[in-house]
């Protein structure tokens, strides 16, 4: 029996094998993706990240390190500020509770009556992250910036990484333009007194200062990539002694030989007993420097730093240390004579003006001239001793050595308990 079939019946029937035929091909497809195309897919992944780990590895750039990566650290980058800016792209505000805020942005943070002011509310704390970076005055900072109610204004910390706080802090210190080795011993001593800060300040609002009270560090504006480089080729590594991680000061030149750390804080270290240092004395800051300053201006600045002095007429000073460092003077006043060591005198009357305790002084009618050479405290490595080391040809390990006698390199993943010295 035949069946006439309609030109709307021979259209369906088209239409259904057009759509069985484009069913087997898909399954054919299919079929053919996940028995050949599949594996073959899995099998050029696989290489692609062989061959990738093996490129990293032979460049030295795959040590990746879980405990030295997620190693944070907190600076106090503004302090006792009576309002502060904050900028950036695609930055993530959470109040004191952590719940995330809309803010307009650039904002300005003040403080007014005992708590930060924005955006007509507010807040006890306010936290700022983003991926690249935060502004805060107008200065770019990695990870985030805490704002907090402090006693007599607002304080700002920065969070992050450990490493990468290294990488802005570098040219803070010295320049990355330095022979690399000497660049590679400025992150490893900065890396070490970080964390023995850290370690000291652990129950404190922050870790370090970003002055020479501490480390200079100025966020991430003045990174480059050679100290990045010289971050990444000393990952982790710290100066101990006895196993722990010791406290690695250091300072701009010593002027002939580096001071030992009791006659600056009274406190005994075996690695820190001075050294001869001939290698800075070519230096802009090893180089001899004078200053001179009236009996009234001297006088000022010793009231101002709590020193009750008045009617000042004369600064006297004492012997000198074995290191040919001042150790003493005496104050001659009508009121509030006295002796004073030498490091109190020249934090009293400014690190910038008296450069270092290895001065003599000479005594004219109503001044006094300071000459002098060496600047900073002298205690620990000798930054632009280091540099004239390196262009000699020694290693970072060998600088670092020579500077803290007795001192052992180490991966902070190889010490245990992280204990301080
Ligand atoms: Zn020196």
């Known amino acids: 029996m035949s069946v006439k079939l309609s030109n709307s019946d021979h259209s369906a029937m088209e239409i259904r094998k057009n759509r069985q035929s484009k069913k087997l091909t898909r399954c054919r497809f299919v079929c053919f993706y996940s028995q050949v195309l599949r594996p073959l897919y899995r099998m050029c992944i696989i290489i692609l990240l062989s061959l990738t780990m093996t490129v990293l590895s032979l460049f030295g750039i795959s040590r990746i390190n879980a405990a030295v990566l997620d190693e944070t650290i907190r600076i106090a980058i503004v302090k006792s500020s009576p309002e502060v800016t904050v900028a950036g792209d695609g930055l993530l505000v959470t109040n004191e509770s952590g719940y995330p805020l809309v803010m307009s942005l650039p904002a300005t943070v003040k403080l007014v009556k005992g708590a930060l002011l924005v955006g007509g509310k507010q807040f006890q704390r306010l936290t700022f992250s983003a991926p690249a970076a935060v502004y805060i005055n107008n200065k770019p900072y990695r ?36 022979p690399i080795e000497a660049v590679k011993a400025q992150a490893i001593i900065a890396r070490t007194y970080a964390l ?48 722990a991680i010791i406290q690695a000061f250091y300072h701009s030149s ?65 012997p000198l240390n074995s290191r040919g460092r001042l150790k003493q003077l005496t104050i001659l006043a009508a009121k509030g004579g006295c002796a004073i060591s030498g490091d109190q005198f020249r934090k009293a009357i400014g690190y910038g003006l008296i450069k270092s305790t290895r001065f003599t002084m000479k005594n004219y009618k109503d001044e006094i001239s300071f000459t002098g050479s060496g600047n900073g405290h002298g205690v620990g490595l000798c930054q632009w001793g280091a540099k004239q080391r390196a262009l000699d040809g020694f290693g970072c390990a060998e600088i670092l050595s020579y500077y803290y006698p007795g001192t052992e390199l180490k991966k902070l993943s190889d010490i245990s308990g992280w204990q301080q010295d």
């Open 254 to 318: 010593c002027g002939g030989r580096t001071e030992a750390s009791e006659n600056v804080w009274g406190a005994s270290l075996p690695y820190l007993k001075g050294v001869e240092c001939q290698y800075c004395l070519s230096s802009p800051t090893g180089t001899v420097w004078e200053y001179k300053l009236s009996l009234k201006e001297i006088e000022e600045r010793l009231r101002a730093a709590g020193h009750n002095v008045s009617g000042l007429y004369d600064v006297k000073p004492g």
């Open 196 to 243: 023995n800060r850290k370690m000291a300040r652990m129950t404190s609002p922050y870790h370090l200062e970003s002055s020479v009270l501490d480390q200079v560090y100025e966020g991430s504006l003045v990174e480059d990539s050679r100290a990045r480089r010289a971050v990444l080729e000393t990952e982790g590594e710290v100066l101990t002694s006895g196993g």
């Open 143 to 178: 990870g985030l910036a805490e704002l907090s109610v402090a006693d007599k204004g607002i304080l700002v910390v920065n969070q992050l990484p450990l490493e990468e706080y290294l990488v802005g802090l570098i040219n803070c210190e010295i320049s990355s333009a330095w």
